[in-house]
């Protein structure tokens, strides 16, 4: 049975790659970030795994998702996450990314945005009583059997947490709340590389294991930016060297029943993790420069090694080949594969140095098109 096109396509994440203080944005995506940013500061909603409907069975703290991800709650009608910790985790995410730019993109409710992105932060990751664990011990378990905790997919149930690490250096928070965070953070990253889930997510082999040094890699480069770009460097070259030709590097995921979506899926984390191959002062090395400086910098150099972005080249290449699987024609095509493909093209554009559009996303295969926060991000690429 063909899947239904949903009214938005889903958010792809991208990794902030331009000088945080230097980009032309344009009137009507700024209107947006002001929209969403002054939507939020009005509001008192914070999040937590804790005000999920259905806590943990094992604690409240925990963050609890369960198998199988989509659910038939009534004939033809799928949800998923049905306990909607992830839920929180993911609009928590959303806000901090959202309020972070708010502060450097609009000086006159800057100091508003960094005050309700600290209040948001204490509330999921600080305060004794609503902070989410940094163990994800319980991602993706099965019904009835959560006593044996999740598996490898706990890595999707979070992957949105690398969009706090991605914002945290732009937000000017206090020494206390910086320090609590890096040690929720530590404590984060030491369980992904040493518990049972994130061995098993490390060496799976498809788009989890690339998600796995994805998200690693964003939060080491909080944690420590000068290890950090070693680390990533070695796990890209390695993913590289085990897949030297995109068929190979996409045999699993061409192999499923949605071919399309699990190419886009897995090249989503390779991006981001290439973006950590970069040096992390790069941006810092040309503080109050002009924008046609800034623009000279990126047409000079690229800011990431060039075998990676010759590696992305030819992978985004072989994608524009790909089918879609019989179940997801409709959902994957009539352009709407390609506009989210053009992601990816575009952020190639902006690595190599050469000349990015200023035209919004296309989202004319969606009845709603792309949401506020995708408008927004992608003219951050």
């Given amino acids: 049975m063909p899947l239904s096109i949903p009214s938005s396509p ?8 331009r000088h945080p203080a230097a980009p032309r944005i344009p009137a009507v995506v700024l209107a947006l970030l002001r929209k969403s940013c002054e939507k ?4 008192d909603t914070t ?3 804790t005000f999920s409907p259905l806590l943990c069975p094992a604690g409240k703290n925990f963050l609890w998702t369960l198998k199988p991800y989509w659910w038939e709650v009534s004939p033809g009608q799928w949800d998923c996450d049905q306990p909607q910790g992830q839920s929180q985790l993911q609009k928590l995410s ?3 990314s959202d309020l972070t730019l708010g502060s450097v993109y609009l000086p ?12 948001l932060l204490r509330v999921f990751f600080v305060d004794p009583e609503t902070r989410m664990d940094p163990r994800v011990m319980y991602a993706q378990t099965n019904p009835g059997q959560v006593e044996r905790g999740g598996d490898r997919a706990f890595i999707i149930a979070c992957r949105y947490l690398l969009l706090v690490t991605q914002s945290l250096p732009h937000l000017s928070i206090p020494p206390a709340l910086n320090t609590a965070l890096r040690e929720w953070f530590t404590e984060h990253v030491d369980w992904m590389e040493s518990s049972p889930q994130g061995q098993e997510a490390k060496g799976y082999g498809n788009n989890i294991t690339i998600w796995y040094h994805a998200v690693l890699a964003t939060h080491r480069a909080h944690l420590y930016p000068t290890k950090s770009v070693a680390l990533a460097h070695t796990a890209f070259s390695e993913l590289q060297l085990a897949h ?10 061409l192999a499923r029943t949605r071919p399309r979506h ?11 993790l290439a973006t950590q191959t970069a040096h992390p002062d790069f941006s810092a ?4 420069s002009t924008q046609p400086e800034l623009d000279q910098v990126w047409g000079e150099r690229t800011r990431l090694p060039q075998w990676v972005v010759a590696y992305l080249g030819e992978l985004v290449s072989f994608a524009k080949t790909v089918q879609p699987g019989k179940i997801e024609t409709t959902l994957e095509g009539s352009g709407r594969y390609e506009a989210r493909l053009a992601w990816f093209e575009r952020m190639l554009d902006r690595w190599a140095g050469r000349k990015v559009g200023l035209a919004q996303p296309k989202g004319e295969g969606w009845s709603k098109g792309w949401d506020d926060h995708a408008r927004v991000m992608w003219e951050m690429i």
């Fill in 262 to 272: 699990y190419v886009l899926f897995t090249l989503e984390p390779l991006f981001l």
């Fill in 285 to 288: 090395s040309y503080p109050g």
């Fill in 40 to 43: 939020l500061i009005r509001s």
């Fill in 244 to 253: 030297p030709a995109p068929a190979q590097f996409f045999a699993r995921e």
């Fill in 108 to 119: 006159d409710i800057s100091q508003k945005c960094r005050l309700r992105a600290e209040e």
């Fill in 10 to 17: 889903p958010l792809i994440l991208t990794p902030l790659i």
């Fill in 94 to 96: 959303l806000a901090i």
């Fill in 47 to 49: 999040f937590s795994v």
